[in-house]
């Protein structure tokens, strides 16, 4: 049993979340707004979850889960996640986040800047080209034919393992875009961002990618 730290309670973190308990671990999930905030969700959610601070989520968590808007990434804790796996589901929508000028310019990527605030943590792309609404509705069985995948990237090995088996539970191939340096690949606009794809047509759409657009 994994405990998922889960920092945002949105839309995907709620799913990630029924994901993660649906495999049988424990779940502590925070939002901006404190732990009382949450009361609704943790009754649906049932014993093995609770509500936290974002610090005393990251404090609790085997693996992390940052699903905030990405201007707010700056205010994930830094020391509770150390040496831990991090998944990274945020997108960049300047609209929303305001101009950060090295994503505009290509220079970055979204979960570069995530592993730059936590260095010491292993940050891994997940659930992040997925409506969110879908995670719980899209999956089947390992095997089935034209089984939808979901891309991850990360610079370690172990993370992209972690992400692969817990794709797997939850009913999705894994296609690895590589380091985070190449995630941009499945970034907000590329063409495998929020398309149902096999695992082969993710790999294709990975390599259509063109950094500027
Ligand atoms: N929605 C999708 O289908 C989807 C799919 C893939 C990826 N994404 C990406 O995933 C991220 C989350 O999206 P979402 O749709 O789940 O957003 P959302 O529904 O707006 O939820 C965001 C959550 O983050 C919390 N939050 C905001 N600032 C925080 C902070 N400083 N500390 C702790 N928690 C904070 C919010 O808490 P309060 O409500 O208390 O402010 C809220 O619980 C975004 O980057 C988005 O682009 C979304």
């Keep these: 049993m994994t405990t998922f ?14 994901v993660a308990l649906a495999q049988g671990n424990e779940v502590v ?6 732990p009382e905030t949450l009361a609704d969700l943790i009754e649906e959610l049932g ?24 201007k707010a990434y700056r205010d994930v804790p830094v020391d509770p996640l150390a040496g831990k796996i991090v998944l990274d589901a945020n997108n960049y929508y300047w ?4 101009h950060i000028e090295a994503l505009d310019r290509g220079e ?18 997940a659930f992040n080209h997925i409506v969110a609404a879908t995670i719980t509705t899209d999956g089947s069985p390992a095997g089935t ?10 610079d370690y090995p172990e993370a992209v393992e972690f992400v692969t088996a817990f794709y797997d539970a939850a009913g999705f191939d894994t296609v690895s875009a590589g380091p985070l340096s190449e995630s941009w690949r499945v970034e907000r606009d590329r063409p495998a961002y929020v398309v149902r794809q096999n695992a082969e047509e993710l790999r294709a759409n990975l390599a259509l990618a063109q950094r500027v657009i």
């Design 95 to 98: 609209e929303r986040d305001g």
């Design 145 to 154: 034919a034209n089984r939808r995948a979901l891309a991850t990237a990360s």
């Design 47 to 70: 014993p093995k979850a609770r509500a936290a601070t974002a610090e005393e989520a990251a404090a609790a968590a085997d693996v992390a889960v940052v699903a905030v808007p990405l």
């Design 5 to 18: 730290g889960i920092i945002g309670a949105g839309n995907i973190g709620r799913q990630v979340a029924r």
């Design 29 to 34: 999930i925070a939002n901006s707004r404190g």
């Design 108 to 125: 970055e990527t979204t979960s570069g800047l995530l592993q730059k605030h936590l260095p010491t943590s292993q940050v891994v792309k």
